[in-house]
């Protein structure tokens, strides 16, 4: 997770010529490429900062640097340059080694370099307008909203959200392996647990389309005759793949009495355009049924319209920069809708942060405490209440850190009374579909609660269902 021409939060604001304006230099081809090592997460909003271990360095006053990874050179560098290389803020640990697991992802395209056709284009200096040129004395600033960002290009969908591929994977031995583990007398439940928990969205369609052109059957139906409890609702989850799960979590959490609020959270906040366009058509093809129909006969007045933008798919794509006049707006409007009037703006709140894209959000949220002196999240939760204000914690958590607060859904989804199971999987599930995601994930858990995510699993399930949970998440079972 990177976020371009901004500092970390907590950094001090930078001087000119500082950190916006200084660029490091493009990676060179075939250049090996930064090292990534451990970094430290940005401090979640309004947590305390966890407790000091023995013999850790004592904690850094506000506005100076991070301390450095374990055996890390100290940078040289004078206040207000800009940083070296290295991984992005939030990143936890190294990622894994590529394998068979999928495809690498693409190769992102270096700060500063200059973009070819269909490229997003260059960052900007601090405080000038997205497309250069100096504007006309007394003209008021570009708007850029509705939508916002519209001119960049758009977020590509996540893996498995996308139109179907062909990859260059045959999926028949492991259809065949499926089939024998559940023909005849018995189950093999270690053969189920070990063939689904470890393919990614792609092989996971082409092993269910195998599955059905070899044997006349369906995958989920036969697994769900054959197995029971949450151990089948793992397996179902990881055989349906992530779109067809996402809009089936949908449904049930909109059926029966009452709405599951915290899975209509999990499913469609913080999404891209993309993504949340492909889940609408897959919800439409499964249940005939127009999504924003049934979203708006469970929820009611501002927080209908709140998902009502959610589901209008008008965020800004992840190419569009930081602009710092555009982010003071923000901020300064966000003030305004909340703690500059009696009253609350709801709307104005749930807007900008539903069309706002990470990046920008986590900038917003930097600008508001260091203009305010007052933590945006603080703010969300004197201001608003209930389900709204779940929804917008979420969206702001998610920005600011997505490793660490996806690390905090799981630890909610165990804690307390009793270990919210349908949580835990659809959580475990929804991470564990692209590994290096989840590596960094188990990181920042590591860094949040002081003890292993395995451990923790293991003390909330048992049985096959324990094995299938300790296979999502990267252990040998």
């Not at 997770?1 to 490091?24: A, E, H, K, L, T």
């Not at 492991?174 to 005849?184: F, I, P, V």
């Not at 439940?189 to 063939?195: C, D, H, N, V, Y």
């Not at 929804?391 to 859904?409: C, G, I, P, S, W």
Request: charged share 20%; with cysteine.
């Amino acid at each position: 997770m990177s976020y371009p021409g901004y500092p970390p939060y907590g950094q001090p604001p930078p001087q000119q010529g500082g950190y916006y304006q200084q660029q490091p230099p493009p990676q060179q081809y075939n250049a090996p490429p930064p090292a990534h090592g451990y970094q430290q997460p940005p401090q979640g909003y309004g947590q305390p900062p966890p407790p000091q271990q023995y013999g850790a360095p004592p904690q850094q006053p506000y506005g100076a640097p991070s301390p450095q990874p374990y055996g890390a050179p100290p940078p040289a560098q004078p206040y207000g340059t800009a940083p070296p290389p290295g991984p992005p803020p939030g990143q936890y640990y190294p990622p894994p080694q590529q394998g068979a697991y999928g495809a690498p992802p693409p190769p992102q395209q270096p700060y500063g370099a200059q973009p070819g056709y269909g490229q997003p284009p260059p960052q900007q200096p601090y405080g000038q307008p997205p497309y250069g040129g100096q504007q006309a004395y007394g003209q008021p600033p570009p708007q850029q909203y509705p939508p916002y960002g519209q001119h960049y290009p758009p977020t590509p969908p996540s893996a498995g959200y996308g139109p179907p591929q062909i990859i260059a994977w045959n999926g028949d031995e492991e259809a065949r392996g499926l089939r024998s583990a559940m023909k005849g007398f018995g189950t093999d439940e270690k053969a189920l647990t070990r063939i689904l928990a470890t393919k990614d969205p792609l092989q996971i369609n082409t092993m269910r389309d195998a599955y059905t052109r070899l044997h006349r059957r369906d995958l989920v139906a036969d697994i769900q005759s054959e197995t029971s409890s949450w151990f089948e609702a793992g397996l179902v989850a990881l055989a349906r793949g992530p779109l067809l799960n996402d809009v089936h979590q949908l449904r049930e959490a909109m059926s029966g009495v009452g709405t599951k609020e915290k899975a209509l959270n999990d499913v469609l906040l913080g999404r891209s355009n993309a993504d949340i366009n492909a889940i609408k058509g897959e919800y439409h093809r499964v249940f005939h049924r127009r999504l924003e129909d049934d979203v708006r006969g469970e929820l009611s007045m501002k927080t209908e319209r709140h998902f009502m933008i959610v589901l209008q798919a008008q965020r800004a794509e992840d190419s569009a920069p930081i602009v710092k006049a555009e982010i003071d707006r923000d901020a300064d409007d966000l003030y305004t809708a909340t703690e500059g009037k009696v009253g609350t703006d709801e709307m104005k709140v749930c807007s900008i942060l539903s069309t706002r894209n990470d990046n920008q959000l986590r900038a917003i949220a930097y600008e508001y405490q260091k203009k305010y002196a007052r933590n945006l999240e603080d703010v969300i939760r004197r201001e608003f209440s209930g389900h709204m204000e779940d929804a917008l914690l979420f969206q702001l958590r998610n920005a600011v850190d997505k490793y660490m607060h996806q690390a905090t859904l799981l630890e909610d989804a165990m804690a307390g009374a009793g270990t919210k199971d349908y949580l835990l999987i659809s959580r475990v599930v929804r991470f564990h579909w692209d590994r290096n995601h989840m590596a960094n994930v188990r990181g920042a858990y590591e860094k949040r609660y002081h003890r292993n995510l395995a451990s923790r699993i293991k003390g909330e399930t048992s049985g096959d269902y324990e094995r299938l949970m300790l296979a999502c998440i990267g252990e040998r079972v």
